[in-house]
């Protein structure tokens, strides 16, 4: 693998940074319309961590003498209940999850041990996000979502 492939591998992870991070900014508008403002917070933090991905992706291709393209991968999609919106953002993070463990064999490959281990860091990340995204799944099953959504829901609120 040349340092090109590794180029495009980070290039492509921008990507896919860049989508998530707008991809939860949709949804936390989209929560503070379905009256959820503390999960809308939720998805505002998940937002930030996103794009700090993404600044750690750009110095590595710059770093590297790549220039980042700070496209998205794909759309976000407007989800149109809270379990489409968690499957949807499941799917994503172990999408993320593939592709990055994937990249980080690949730069080691190549003796790129910097590459490697950002990839390494942002997959333990990722499996962090889709763990939490599979226990409210499990909670709005168990409970249901009328239920689950009343722990979002500052009282009082507007």
Known sequence: M???QTIENLQK????????AHQYQLHAHVLEDWGLDRLAEKMREEMTEELGHSDRFIERIIFLGGT???GFDKSPV???SLVDMFKMDMDDEGEAIEFYTRASEQAREVSDIGTRRLFEDIVMDEEGHKEWLELQISLIERIGEANYSAKYITPGAE
């Open 2 to 4: 040349s340092n090109t």
């Open 13 to 20: 992870a921008l990507q896919m940074e860049m989508t998530a």
């Open 68 to 70: 980042p393209d700070l």
């Open 78 to 80: 407007k989800a149109e």
